[in-house]
C-alpha cells in the first residue's frame, strides 16, 4: 500500500465513506475494519461521537493485526443537510416501580439509571424506542451545528475533515472551516465535496464554487482533496450512475482548482473500466456498493453474536470481496500533476 499522500499522487488513493449514524455499531466498527485490511488509504465516517469510537475501535483491531492505518475523516456539511437521530426521555417522569428494559436493550450503554440517555453515546438506533412500555422514549432529529464542529473535531480528533458544501454557501464554508480549526487539531487534508446534480447549476459555476473554496483553505493554509460527486448520495449504485460520476470528471478536470480530484457518488465496481489511464484522477470513493459487498457476512455475523472480526471464516471470504472492489485502484497505473 503506498503512503496516504504518494497514493493521492500515483491516482491510488482509495477511500471508504462509512457514512451514516443509524446503524449498528458493531457493523460499522466491521466495515472500517474489513475496508482498513483491505488496503483503503482513508475511512470517512459521520461527525458523531459513538460513530467515531465505533470505526476508531475496528481501525485499532486491523493495525495491530495488520499494520495498515487509514487516515479517519469525518464528515460535516456547510449547510443543514447532516442529521443524526437521537433519543432521549425524562428520567423523573419514569414510575420507580419500572424494570428499565430500555437499559437492556441499548447496544452503547448510553442509557443511565438516573439521569436519562447520555447524548453522545446515543447514534440512534432505535432499539429502546418499542422498549418503553408507556412510550415515554422520542427520537430526535439531531442537527450538528458549524458552532460545535470544533467541540466534534476536538472530541474525534480525525486525520482529515470532509465538508459537503453546496452552491451559494461560501460564507458558512468559511464559518465552518473557522469552527473546525478551533480545535486546534492538525489536519492533514481538507475534502471537498460538492457536484452538478441535486443543484442545477452547470460545470463552469461548479468550478467557480470549488476555486472560491480553493482560495479560503489557502487563506486558511488548509491543503484540499476536490471530492466530485457524481450522484448526490454514496449509496446511488444503480445503473449508470459509474457513467454520470466519470462525466462529472471529464466536465471538470481541465477547470477544477490545484489539488487531487476524487471521485465520489455512484462509483462502483464498473468505474474504473470506464476511465482512460491519463484520467486526471487522484482516487476515488466507495459508499453503497462497498457496504452492499460486505453486507451479508455483516448479516451472518450477527445471527452468530459475534462481530466479523470474531469469525475468522466470514471475516476471510468478506476480505477477498473487499480487495477485488479496492485492489484494481491500488494497482492503477496513473500519475498525477497537481
Ligand atoms: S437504544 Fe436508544 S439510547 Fe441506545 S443507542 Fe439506540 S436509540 Fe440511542
Ligand atoms: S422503559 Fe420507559 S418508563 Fe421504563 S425506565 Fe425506560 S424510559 Fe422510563
Known amino acids: 500500500m503506498f503512503s496516504h499522500e504518494t497514493a493521492l499522487k500515483r491516482g491510488n488513493w482509495v477511500k471508504l465513506i462509512c457514512g451514516a449514524s443509524n446503524e449498528d455499531l458493531t457493523s460499522i466498527t466491521d466495515l472500517c ?21 465505533a470505526a476508531r475501535k475496528g481501525l485499532k483491531w486491523v493495525e495491530a493485526k495488520f499494520g495498515q492505518k487509514p487516515w479517519l475523516m469525518i464528515s460535516v456539511s456547510d449547510g443543514t443537510d447532516i442529521h443524526f437521530r437521537k433519543a432521549s426521555f425524562d428520567p423523573q417522569i419514569c414510575p420507580k416501580e419500572c424494570s428499565k428494559p430500555c437499559i437492556k436493550v441499548c447496544p452503547t450503554n448510553a442509557i443511565h439509571e438516573n439521569n436519562g440517555i447520555v447524548k453522545d453515546l446515543c447514534y440512534g438506533c432505535g432499539r429502546c424506542l418499542p422498549a418503553c412500555p408507556l412510550q415515554l422514549i422520542k427520537e430526535t432529529n439531531n442537527i450538528l451545528e458549524i458552532k460545535d464542529f470544533g467541540n466534534v473535531i476536538s472530541q474525534t480528533k480525525p486525520d482529515a475533515v470532509e465538508i459537503h458544501t453546496a452552491p451559494g454557501r461560501i460564507k458558512t464554508f468559511e464559518s465552518c472551516l473557522q469552527s473546525i480549526l478551533q480545535s486546534k487539531v492538525k489536519l492533514k487534508r481538507i475534502a471537498v465535496s460538492c457536484g452538478l446534480e441535486a443543484h442545477g447549476i452547470n460545470k463552469y459555476q461548479l468550478s467557480k464554487e470549488l476555486w472560491s473554496r480553493h482560495d479560503c483553505l489557502r487563506r486558511y493554509k488548509q491543503k484540499p482533496i476536490w471530492q466530485l460527486d457524481g450522484r448526490p448520495m454514496s449509496g446511488d449504485i444503480g445503473i449508470g450512475t459509474s457513467r454520470a460520476a466519470i462525466s462529472l470528471l471529464l466536465k471538470m478536470r481541465s477547470i477544477a482548482p490545484p489539488g487531487p480530484l476524487q471521485l465520489a457518488g455512484g462509483t462502483n465496481e464498473q468505474t474504473i473500466q470506464h476511465l482512460n489511464s491519463d484520467n486526471g484522477l487522484a482516487g476515488i470513493a466507495f459508499g453503497g456498493i462497498a457496504r452492499k459487498l460486505i453486507q451479508p457476512f455483516l448479516i451472518e455475523a450477527k445471527a452468530k453474536n459475534k462481530a466479523l472480526t470474531e469469525w475468522p471464516e466470514g471475516w476471510d471470504q468478506a476480505l477477498k470481496i473487499a480487495k477485488r472492489l479496492v485492489n484494481p485502484w491500488l494497482n492503477n497505473q496513473n500519475s498525477m500533476n497537481y
Open 33 to 53: 475494519a474489513i475496508y482498513a485490511a483491505a488496503g483503503v488509504h482513508c475511512i470517512d465516517v459521520a461527525a458523531d461521537v459513538a460513530v467515531v469510537s
